[in-house]
């Protein structure tokens, strides 16, 4: 029986270190798995951080816009043009938020700043619409008034907008160098 148990123990033994070896790269890749919710965290952020930026593009559009209703409004078929335009980037705008709230909530991040951006967006669009409702725009004097009245408004805005972008921003970029070192810890093969 002892002559035996020689050759079985070498047979388990280089079976054993078959085993080992086959398994090693899976030992590697084991240790690079975690790079992949990493990755996917690095791209829902950047995801974020760009629907805050296109948001940001909305409302400046939608301050020119509002602009152009005033200059413009005085001619009947230009004040159509330009409510329409300047309603549907407020729509955009709204979409927008409710698309960053998402991706915001999806990674579990902090909400506090779109609840202000959210309060914000109804007064600066009540605003607007109730300086248009007020003064009009039939004449370049109550174009002038609606402006008085909603002057400065959209800076508040724009500037919380600027603040989530640029925290966004700086969470990507620790987010990216979570990812970096993680990269440096998986062996290459």
């Known amino acids: 029986m002892t002559a035996r148990s020689g050759p079985f123990d070498l047979r388990v033994k280089h079976f054993l270190l078959v085993l080992l070896l086959a398994m090693t790269p899976l030992v590697s890749?084991?240790?690079c798995t975690n790079v992949l919710p990493?990755?996917?965290?690095?791209?829902?952020?950047?995801?974020?951080?760009?629907?805050a930026r296109e948001a940001l593009v909305t409302m400046r559009r939608n301050a020119q816009d509002w602009k152009n209703l005033l200059l413009r409004g005085s001619d009947s078929q230009m004040r159509q043009t330009m409510q329409a335009?300047?309603?549907n980037q407020a729509a955009s705008y709204v979409m927008q938020l409710g698309n960053l709230r998402k991706q915001l909530q999806?990674?579990?991040?902090?909400?506090r700043r779109l609840d202000i951006l959210d309060q914000e967006q109804i007064q600066l669009f009540g605003k607007y619409?109730?300086?248009l409702s007020t003064h009009g725009v039939n004449s370049l004097e109550a174009a002038s008034q609606?402006?008085?009245?909603?002057?400065?408004?959209?800076?508040?805005?724009?500037?919380?907008?600027e603040e989530t972008i640029e925290t966004l921003a700086k969470n990507n970029r620790d987010q990216f160098q979570?990812?970096?070192?993680?990269?440096k810890t998986?062996?290459?093969s």
């Open 85 to 87: 335009r300047f309603e």
């Open 146 to 161: 609606a402006d008085r009245d909603v002057q400065g408004a959209d800076v508040k805005t724009l500037r919380t907008l």
């Open 186 to 188: 998986c062996p290459t």
């Open 129 to 131: 619409r109730q300086a």
């Open 106 to 111: 999806a990674l579990g991040e902090s909400l």
């Open 38 to 51: 990493a990755l996917d965290r690095l791209e829902a952020m950047v995801q974020a951080e760009m629907t």
């Open 178 to 183: 979570t990812v970096r070192q993680l990269l």
């Open 29 to 31: 890749h084991a240790e």
